[in-house]
């Protein structure tokens, strides 16, 4: 009884400490105040107005978006094909190449930065969208390996053999049965890797010119120089972005669940 | 002549030093109904898993219609494969996952409808066309995977232990079902199970498996009556063994020392020479027990244990130097422990086997 009590006040703090800056910072958003402090005047939305009206942060939305899409696409599919290929048993390379696939995810994105901007600088891919693009899937990758080769797991291998008794070719069974019964995983590598992207500054920082500066960039920026509420809109952008894509996934996972 | 659907010449299979299939030498006659029983680990899935082509022989060939597949992919053999767990689809519908093969070979929509409505009807299912594998019972679930294993029409079906997951009752109306399928279609069927009753019920011949190797391949009659070695008497059914050896003949029958003594008069079987150690074996429901000695094989033994079976009456007794077990009608007299009484039975219910 007392130990489920602790847990629950364990539990509602965690929650708190997780969910309190939010909750700070979001109402900011709405402010008609030129600074970032309570308490708010007034209701307003000028600061989405500045957000979308201004080039900078215009811009920077765009980037984000066409940065994310970039990665998300290319993370994805790649992500998708080394899973896949990983599961063959290659015996002595498998083992091996899961690791090096995984690295991304421990090494610094300090370190990741400093050795892409020296290979960037050599084939000319600084200051380019594709160069950002790749550098956000490296580090998207594993994630989307990871939960695409979790659905892979729980997938049941004589299903494809059945497949093949029935007459369809490895490409058709990849198509038919592999790849729906994957898709839970897919999605949600998608989404990671999508999120990945927008949240990523220390990447850009090395390797974005000015015409690839991202919105968490940019509110980077903007919290040295000046500290405006167009922040706080900003990051309520990130937020609704994030909300809506998880429900996304849930949504979709809802429905293949609901299709066993 | 015999025509041979399905050939395998000298088949091996090795897992490292592992020897699971060993130099498999069988012929499939076109149309049977073929079980591959044996225990445990005996290589039965391996030997369908090569015919189905998922997995490679180490050695040898197979032949289907005299052509060699070895290297034909799975998804060109044209074989139907119904698998223990089922392998139903989980994102497909019932219809789908029927349509699955004829969709892969290109049909045409309405002919698929047709097709698949047919083949629902076939085994019962119609109704549920629109249900997904995972909202039907395991039986359903069953016949689901059999009308799609059928709906190509596969001149051969697969089956490895299909019926395995099923409860006692499901299981012996889904074994009526799938030989009266068998029958109708005229299917060659290979069929995997660890289940001797199952493989009596259903087989045209039963192929007695033994550490990779056949022990004995033949109707279930002879399989039951003429159990070709040790392992296939005990494996199949349960029997009385006797150690002996051949004294002589006399009328037609062979006599038999046993190392208990006393002396059988058994059915003769003339590649056996005088000398010769062999073992008699006897089916527990044909010894008959009597209170005065038989002429002819007669065995005194104790009552142990007599013990009700419902439809048999299990009598276990203790002869000279040996355990034996009869099966009795359960209104014979029952026997109290203990009683001394004698074990006999006819000549021709002993069928003799080297040890
Ligand atoms: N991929 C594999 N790698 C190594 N050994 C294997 C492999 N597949 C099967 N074996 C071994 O081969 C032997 C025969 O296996 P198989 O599955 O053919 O037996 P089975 O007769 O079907 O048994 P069961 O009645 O339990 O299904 C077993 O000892 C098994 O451990
Ligand atoms: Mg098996």
């Not at chain 1, 998608?190 to 015409?211: K, Q, R, T, Y």
């Not at chain 2, 898993?49 to 040898?60: H, I, N, P, V, Y």
């Not at chain 2, 299917?187 to 192929?207: K, N």
Request: some cysteine.
């Amino acid at each position: 009884m007392a130990g489920k009590l602790i847990s629950a006040v364990f539990g509602v703090l965690a929650v708190c400490f997780l969910l309190l800056p939010l909750v700070v910072i979001l109402p900011l958003a709405f402010t008609s105040s030129q600074f970032l402090i309570y308490p708010i005047p007034s209701f307003s939305l000028r600061w989405f107005e500045e957000l979308f009206t201004t080039p900078v942060w215009r811009d920077s939305i765009v980037n984000s978006l066409i940065i994310g899409a970039g990665t998300t696409i290319l993370a994805t599919v790649l992500g998708v094909l080394a899973a896949l290929g990983l599961r063959e048993k290659l015996n002595f390379i498998s083992a091996p190449l899961n690791t090096v696939f995984l690295l991304p995810m421990v090494v610094p994105a300090v370190v990741l930065g400093v050795g892409m901007q020296i290979l960037y600088a050599k084939l000319g891919l600084s200051s380019s969208y594709a160069g950002i693009i790749i550098a956000h899937t490296v580090i998207a990758i594993p994630l989307v390996i990871v939960s695409v080769a979790n659905s892979l797991q729980g997938m049941d291998t004589r299903l494809e053999l059945a497949a093949a008794s029935l007459g369809a070719g490895p490409a058709a069974t990849l198509r038919h049965v592999t790849l729906p019964l994957a898709f839970p995983g897919i999605m949600t590598g998608a989404v990671l890797a999508f999120a990945v992207s927008l949240d990523e500054v220390v990447l850009n920082i090395f390797l974005a010119g000015p015409g690839q500066r991202t919105l968490a960039r940019q509110m980077f920026a903007t919290l040295r120089d000046s500290i405006s509420p167009a922040i706080a809109a900003a990051a309520f952008l990130f937020i609704a972005g994030t909300v809506l894509l998880t429900l996304l996934v849930l949504l979709a996972r809802r429905r293949f669940s609901g299709a066993r | 002549m015999v025509d041979y659907h399905i050939r395998l010449d000298g088949v091996t299979k090795t897992f490292g030093a592992l020897r699971v299939v060993d130099n498999l030498r069988l012929d499939i006659v076109r149309g049977e109904f073929l079980s591959l029983l044996g225990p445990s680990g005996s290589g039965k899935t391996t030997i369908l898993m090569m015919l189905a082509g998922f997995q490679d022989a180490t050695e040898g060939t197979i032949y289907v219609d005299g052509h060699m597949i070895n290297d034909i992919p799975s998804h060109r053999r044209n074989m139907g494969v119904v698998f223990q767990s089922y392998a139903l689809f989980p994102h497909m519908t019932v219809a789908q996952n029927v349509a699955f093969p004829l969709k892969m070979r290109g049909v045409g929509r309405a002919e698929i409808d047709a097709r698949v409505n047919r083949a629902l009807d076939m085994v019962q299912l119609a109704a549920l066309s629109e249900r997904r594998p995972a909202q039907l019972s395991g039986g359903q679930q069953q016949r689901v995977a059999l009308a799609r294993a059928l709906v190509f029409e596969p001149g051969v079906v697969l089956m490895d232990e299909p019926l395995g997951a099923l409860d006692k009752q499901l299981r012996e109306q889904m074994q009526l079902d799938i030989r009266e399928l068998h029958g109708r279609l005229g299917l060659t069927i290979v069929f995997v199970t660890h289940d001797q009753s199952e493989a009596l019920t259903m087989s045209d011949r039963i192929a007695v498996f033994n550490k990779g190797l056949i022990e004995q391949i033949d109707t279930p009659r002879m399989i039951y009556d003429h159990p070709a070695t040790r392992f296939v008497a005990e494996f199949i059914g349960e029997t009385n063994l006797m150690e002996g050896e051949i004294a002589g003949r006399e009328g037609g029958e062979a006599l038999i020392r046993l190392d208990s003594g006393g002396m059988l008069r058994v059915r003769d079987r003339a590649e056996f020479d005088a000398g010769r150690r062999v073992l008699a074996t006897v089916r527990p429901e044909k010894v008959e027990l009597s209170e005065a000695p038989a002429a002819i094989n007669s065995i005194p033994v104790a009552v142990t244990d007599s013990i009700y079976q419902g439809d048999h009456l299990r009598v276990q007794l203790q002869g000279p130097g040996q355990r034996l077990v009869a099966r009795r009608d359960r209104r014979a007299a029952e026997w109290t422990p203990g009683a001394k009484i004698n074990a006999t039975f006819a000549p021709e219910d002993c069928w003799v086997i080297v040890p």
